[in-house]
């Protein structure tokens, strides 16, 4: 007989399901797609996260907004897809890395959904409440500047603390976790001290938000894969990015997994997560590999992506575990992963409510 490890259905934190393209492209594709042909593509993308073993997910921003109904067509049992946990639309600055009208023209622009951005208190508490009217899960502050976005104003903090304050008080308000992108420590030191459930990205993490995520229990996603998609994105087609952006990416790539080598061994809580949607959907385990690369033993990469996932979601009691009266979520590979952590980029069944979905 052949021996199958069997696992948890694994859970990536961070994932997008509003398109493939990237750069100039990316902007095309959403000025001349209408939502349509984003919700097809959304369901594919879904399909096949679900194939790579990846049994629930969490969506940190589709600015077409089909998302939220993919999560309640693939929850009613209308489409195949992992369960779902919808930010909505990311809440960001005007003019900030969650400004989709970045680079547009400004006859253009005015047409352009922009419910998302806020500026001041007021403004901010206003945002939130669209999205929690819109029915999310949770909510996804963009609180320092975009690698991929348009403009080349660095990675530094684009809101000020009553902002951002503004932003996590009023979603904990109405019991939602504040998921915070962050990649310059001024920005994510600011968001933990606001209160921020999670960090995504944290590239330039430093001693002092260490010691804040240690205080609050907050949770690093190192999206370690996107630096990988980088390098490739350069070296096939640099000319779709502006050269700000593409300076961008070159630093994210040279210095990927350094705060998690840092997190990880003073004990911060790691939780798995892609960016798939900028990283390629369906190759989500190679995240795996890259965080055993940057320091972290094949069993807590394992748990990051099971026990530790499934806390920072909210949903421990149901799922990130293979116990009685959990769901009936888990995925067989015919290698040892604790052996060889590359193995689960080939799974071969993957059971998601007790039910077989590939095999």
């Not at 993919?70 to 049992?77: C, E, K, P, Q, V």
């Not at 902002?163 to 968001?191: C, M, P, S």
């Not at 892609?274 to 972290?296: C, I, Q, W």
């Amino acid at each position: 007989m052949r021996a199958y490890f069997v696992l948890p259905g694994l859970i990536d934190s961070h994932v997008h399901f509003n398109g493939t393209e990237s750069g100039k492209g990316a902007l095309l594709e959403r000025l001349s797609k209408d939502t349509a042909f984003f919700a097809y593509q959304a369901a594919t993308l879904a399909r096949l996260t679900l194939d790579a073993g990846f049994t629930t997910v969490r969506v940190l921003g589709n600015p077409a907004g089909v998302t939220l109904s993919l999560r309640d067509a693939i929850a009613a049992g209308a489409l195949p897809g992992p369960r779902i946990l919808d930010a909505g639309n990311s809440i960001a600055a005007t003019g900030g890395s969650g400004d989709v009208t970045l680079g547009v023209h400004s006859a253009l622009a005015g047409h352009m959904d922009q419910d998302n951005l806020c500026d001041g208190t007021e403004s901010c508490r206003r945002a939130v409440r669209l999205q929690v009217r819109r029915g999310v899960d949770l909510i996804k502050l963009k609180i320092t500047g975009g690698v991929n976005s348009r403009v080349a104003t660095g990675l530094g903090r684009q809101m000020f603390i009553d902002e951002a304050r503004a932003v996590v008080e009023t979603a904990h308000l109405y019991g939602k976790k504040v998921a915070v992108h962050a990649h310059g420590a001024d920005g994510i030191n600011l968001a933990l001290e606001c209160g921020a459930d999670s960090i995504e990205h944290g590239t330039l993490l430093d001693d002092q938000g260490i010691e804040l995520m240690l205080r609050s229990g907050a949770f690093l996603v190192p999206t370690l894969s996107t630096a990988t998609t980088y390098v490739e994105r350069l070296a096939n087609n640099p000319g779709i990015y502006t050269q700000g952006v593409r300076e961008k990416m070159e630093w994210r790539a040279s210095v990927t997994g350094q705060a998690l080598r840092q997190a990880y061994a003073r004990g911060v809580r790691i939780a798995f997560g892609t960016d798939a949607g900028v990283s390629p959907h369906g190759r989500n385990a190679e995240e795996f590999v890259l965080m055993v690369k940057y320091g972290m033993t094949t069993g807590d990469a394992i748990k990051a992506a099971t026990l530790n996932a499934a806390e920072l979601l909210g949903i421990a009691d149901e799922a990130g575990s293979l116990e009685p009266g959990k769901r009936a979520d888990l995925i067989a590979v015919s290698g040892n992963p604790l052996e060889d952590i590359a193995v689960l980029q080939h799974v071969l069944l993957v059971m998601k409510g007790g039910r077989i979905w590939k095999q």
